[in-house]
T-cell receptor, first 114, second 115 residues
Framework: DAGVTQSPTHLIKTRGQQVTLRCSPK?????VSWYQQALGQGPQFIFQYYEEEERQRGNFPDRFSGHQFPNYSSELNVNALLLGDSALYLC?????????????FGPGTRLTVT | AQSVSQHNHHVILSEAASLELGCNYS??????LFWYVQYPGQHLQLLLKYFSGDPLVKGIKGFEAEFIKSKFSFNLRKPSVQWSDTAEYFCAVNNRAGTASKLTFGTGTRLQVTL
C-alpha cells in the first residue's frame, strides 16, 4: 500500500522564480492538503483540495496556488519566490467523509530560495 | 481562529524517565486532537488521536494522551522513554466545521533521550 509520495525531495530556486511541487495521495484517499513547515516551527496549513477544487485556504498570499487532478494527485505552485518561502512543504492526504480528519503526511519537499 | 500552544520547546530526559508534554488549544467548538511525531530524517507520523469517547487515548509505542475539556488540554505521556523516542513531537487540532479539515499545529517539542 503506497503512502503519500512527494517530488522532488529537494529544490533550490532563486528569488523571483516559480516552483511546482507534486504530491500523490495514499491509495484510496481523495483529499490533499498542503502545509508549509519553516525551520523550528510546526506545519502551517496552506490549502486543501477535494474534487479538483480548493476547499479551504490558510493565510497564504495568492502567490501560492494549487491544482488537483482527476487521479487525486496534486500540485502546489509558488510564484515570485521570496527568501521567506524557504521551508519544508508537506503534503497530506485523507479520505473525505467520516475519516476526513485523519491525515497522512508525505516526506516533504525541502525548498531553498537563494 | 484556533491555536495550539506547546509549552516545552526542548526536553532532555534520561532513558526510563517519565515523559509529559503539554498541549493547550483554543477553540470554542468541537475539536479533534492529535499528536504527531517526526523522527530524525523521517516524515510526520500519527502517534495518537482523540475524536470522542474515552478522554484517555492510547497510541503507538506506549504513548498515551488525556483530553481535559475544561482545561483545553491534550497532554502526551509515556511512563518510561527509550532512546528511540528522540524526535520532534507536534500537537495538532482541527475543528469539525464543515467537511474541510485543516490541522492547526503547535510549534513542536524536541525530545532528546540520553542513554
Amino acid at each position: 500500500d503506497a503512502g503519500v509520495t512527494q517530488s522532488p525531495t529537494h529544490l533550490i530556486k532563486t528569488r523571483g522564480q516559480q516552483v511546482t511541487l507534486r504530491c500523490s495521495p495514499k491509495s484510496g484517499h481523495d483529499t490533499v492538503s498542503w502545509y508549509q513547515q519553516a525551520l523550528g516551527q510546526g506545519p502551517q496549513f496552506i490549502f486543501q483540495y477535494y474534487e479538483e477544487e480548493e476547499r479551504q485556504r490558510g493565510n497564504f498570499p495568492d502567490r501560492f496556488s494549487g491544482h488537483q487532478f482527476p487521479n487525486y494527485s496534486s500540485e502546489l505552485n509558488v510564484n515570485a519566490l521570496l527568501l521567506g518561502d524557504s521551508a519544508l512543504y508537506l503534503c497530506a492526504s485523507s479520505l473525505m467523509g467520516q475519516n476526513s480528519y485523519e491525515q497522512y503526511f508525505g516526506p516533504g519537499t525541502r525548498l531553498t530560495v537563494t | 481562529a484556533q491555536s495550539v500552544s506547546q509549552h516545552n520547546h526542548h526536553v532532555i530526559l534520561s532513558e526510563a524517565a517519565s515523559l509529559e508534554l503539554g498541549c493547550n488549544y483554543s477553540y470554542g467548538g468541537t475539536v479533534n486532537l492529535f499528536w504527531y511525531v517526526q523522527y530524525p530524517g523521517q516524515h510526520l507520523q500519527l502517534l495518537l488521536k482523540y475524536f470522542s469517547g474515552d478522554p484517555l487515548v492510547k497510541g503507538i509505542k506506549g504513548f498515551e494522551a488525556e483530553f481535559i475539556k475544561s482545561k483545553f488540554s491534550f497532554n502526551l505521556r509515556k511512563p518510561s522513554v527509550q532512546w528511540s523516542d528522540t524526535a520532534e513531537y507536534f500537537c495538532a487540532v482541527n475543528n469539525r466545521a464543515g467537511t474541510a479539515s485543516k490541522l492547526t499545529f503547535g510549534t513542536g517539542t524536541r525530545l532528546q533521550v540520553t542513554l
